[in-house]
């Protein structure tokens, strides 16, 4: 029996799932810019005209693997944080996770951060949506602090949300340019020690704490050199 012709018989779903699961094994392989489609087609076991019923190009192909690699976060990721009791321990938790998954997954983070994200559909896309999914949590747990009165109530959610992961991007990109490492149990610490210390109310003056606004100084100074 030929390949296309066992192929044929799957479903749309199926087939879609092997593409994805050949499109990822190839990328962790060849990355984006030597990513062929016709060696994604030979490890999914399907002809390379199969390919293109399912995604119109490499683009959306990427784009949908790492759509994929989202939901798998999130989804694995749910029942522990509902777990987790106490904001600053959520908040440690959501930072750990994220550099845990920059260090297990580089090449995805790459591909998100350097070919998706400046992508002018990016903002329109399910990746976009899924992003926002991903980070707001960090929102939701700062206005459930502040609700609970743990938290500042001056303190901007959306704020705390751009500094973490303003801050794990810039800290990890040596990382991803395979210029340098870092340790996700001592970074996590670090930054969620300093982000706690910014918006506690154990630390409350009635103001914007002057190390929350350095956070966002540095945070807006690495922008300009690095995007």
Excluded at 38 to 54: C, K, L, M, T
Excluded at 99 to 127: A, G, M, N, T
Excluded at 168 to 182: C, M, P, Q, V
Excluded at 197 to 208: A, C, H, Q, V
Aim: glycine share 4%; hydrophobic share 40%; proline share 2%.
């Amino acid at each position: 029996m030929s390949i296309k012709r066992r192929a044929s018989r799957m479903s749309p779903e199926k087939r879609t799932a092997d593409i994805l699961a050949a499109a990822r094994h190839v990328f962790s392989k060849r990355g984006y810019d030597d990513l062929v489609m016709a060696e994604i087609a030979d490890q999914a076991g399907v002809v390379e005209g199969s390919i293109y019923r399912y995604f119109r190009n490499k683009r959306e192909l990427m784009f949908r693997m790492a759509e994929d690699w989202f939901e798998e976060m999130i989804s694995n990721d749910e029942q522990t944080l509902q777990a987790i009791s106490g904001i600053a321990n959520r908040l440690r938790f959501i930072i750990h996770r994220h550099l845990i998954s920059i260090q297990e997954q580089p090449d995805l983070s790459r591909l998100v951060f350097q070919h998706l994200r400046p992508d002018p559909e990016y903002r329109s896309s399910k990746l976009f949506e899924l992003n926002r999914a991903y980070t707001g949590r960090v929102i939701q747990i700062v206005r459930e602090g502040v609700e609970e009165g743990e938290l500042r109530s001056n303190i901007s959610a959306v704020l705390v949300r751009d500094l973490i992961f303003g801050s794990i991007e810039h800290r990890t990109w040596a990382f991803l340019r395979k210029e340098g490492d870092f340790n996700a149990d001592e970074l996590a610490d670090e930054l969620a020690r300093l982000i706690w210390k910014g918006i506690s109310l154990e630390n409350d003056t009635g103001e914007i704490s002057p190390l929350l606004e350095r956070l966002e100084s540095t945070l807006c100074r690495l922008e300009k050199e690095f995007l």
